[in-house]
């Protein structure tokens, strides 16, 4: 188990260690109660054991917390599911749950602070990050041309079903260099293509915004749950507490964002800039 884990399952535990304790009960009265093995309760609350969704159940009602039942049992699936560690997860597999995901999505909301998102990206774009993300954790170049056809295929979602996406990008997004300068020039062009498609929302933050909220890249699907990329791990949020900030996030960051002609401007203003740095004449 990753250490990030560890410490999920321990957290995890001391929310219920909490509960026993507020309730004035010791762990050998709440087993007793439960008809568990006396070190059961010890072995949860130090996350040396993970619950099940029963337990969760009789833990609360022993504890007087039966309100908090939804809310635990979110949890726990999320300390079992949050952590996907980029090293033991082949980019295909990843790209192809990606894809399941987003099928079953009706809103997809996503704030990018760096990179285009994955269902913006052009295929020279996204082949220039594939190679940059195998490098850093040490994959197999093996990996790159089902990686590459798995991200393209999950862009079908835009142009099939009834899926609405509302993205909002950083400015920084329009200027973070990947592979060449044609490159980035045909992903610029491919944002302004994506802002007419009848059922995408693209807007952009200035860089010279007001600090609202704290922020990291994000993507929320419909109200079920978050998923956040960290330099380690792929993280999965499904604490309805925990989706409901992401949400207030999301909605303080639409708030500061632009849209249509103006957002068309400052795509094109960062092209012009691109073909100006790309011309030897200057």
């Given at each position: 188990?990753?250490?990030?884990?560890?410490?999920?399952?321990?957290?995890?535990?001391?929310?219920?260690?909490?509960?026993?304790?507020?309730?004035?009960?010791?762990?050998?009265?709440?087993?007793?109660?439960?008809?568990?093995p006396g070190s059961k309760v010890s072995k949860i609350e130090y996350g040396r054991q993970?619950?099940?969704?029963?337990?969760?159940?009789?833990?609360?009602?022993?504890?007087?917390?039966?309100?908090?039942?939804?809310?635990?049992?979110?949890?726990?699936?999320?300390?079992?599911?949050a952590y996907l560690e980029w090293r033991r997860m082949r980019l295909p597999h990843r790209q192809k749950q990606s894809v399941a995901v987003a099928e079953k999505t009706n809103l997809m909301r996503c704030y990018e602070p760096v990179l285009v998102p994955g269902l913006l990206q052009t295929p020279p774009y996204a082949e220039a990050i594939l190679h940059r993300v195998l490098d850093f954790y040490d994959g197999s170049s093996d990996d790159l041309?089902?990686?590459?056809?798995?991200?393209?295929?999950?862009?079908?979602?835009?142009?099939?079903?009834?899926?609405?996406?509302?993205f909002i990008l950083a400015e920084q997004?329009?200027?973070?260099?990947?592979?060449?300068?044609?490159?980035?020039?045909?992903?610029?062009?491919?944002?302004?293509?994506?802002?007419?498609?009848?059922?995408?929302v693209l807007a952009i933050i200035p860089s010279e915004h007001e600090y609202l909220a704290p922020t990291n890249n994000f993507v929320i699907y419909d109200e079920r749950e978050v998923r956040v990329e960290t330099v380690s791990a792929e993280l999965t949020i499904t604490q309805p507490a925990e989706i409901a900030l992401y949400t207030k996030a999301f909605h303080r960051l639409k708030d500061q964002a632009i849209h249509g002609?103006?957002?068309?401007?400052?795509?094109?203003?960062?092209?012009?800039?691109?073909?100006?740095?790309?011309?030897?004449?200057t």
């Open positions: 188990m990753t250490t990030t884990a560890k410490q999920a399952r321990e957290a995890f535990g001391e929310r219920l260690r909490n509960l026993r304790k507020d309730a004035g009960l010791t762990g050998r009265q709440l087993a007793e109660l439960a008809g568990w993970v619950p099940t969704d029963d337990d969760i159940r009789v833990w609360c009602i022993h504890t007087r917390s039966a309100d908090q039942v939804p809310d635990l049992i979110a949890s726990l699936r999320n300390v079992e599911a041309e089902a990686s590459l056809a798995s991200r393209l295929e999950r862009q079908q979602v835009l142009y099939r079903g009834n899926h609405r996406f509302f997004v329009l200027h973070t260099r990947v592979g060449t300068a044609d490159t980035m020039l045909e992903q610029m062009d491919r944002l302004l293509t994506a802002m007419s498609l009848p059922r995408v002609q103006e957002a068309r401007a400052m795509i094109a203003a960062a092209m012009d800039g691109l073909r100006s740095d790309h011309d030897p004449r």
